[in-house]
């Protein structure tokens, strides 16, 4: 196991609502340890598992959910 961690901005979070998605989106995906979403700073940090997450499968959970990360 090898844990790494990434901060994401997300942009389009308006709501509590918006902030659940993001973190459900993430908190659901195999290898995820943590998760902390901050509508204020549009950010998301993610800590994982490297070996069975990669940073690709993480930003498209997040566009999945509506947000976009670019």
Do not use: W
């Not at 790494?4 to 942009?11: A, C, E, P, S």
């Not at 308006?14 to 901050?38: F, P």
Request: proline share 1%; aromatic share 4%.
């Amino acid at each position: 196991m090898s844990i790494d961690t990434l901060t994401l901005k997300v942009y389009g979070m308006t709501c509590e609502g918006c902030e659940t998605s993001v973190h459900n989106a993430l908190n659901g995906l195999a290898g995820v340890q943590d998760v902390e979403v901050n509508r204020p700073l549009q950010q998301a940090v993610v800590t994982y598992d490297d070996e069975l997450l990669d940073k690709i499968e993480i930003i498209n959970a997040v566009e999945g959910a509506g947000f976009s990360t670019t």
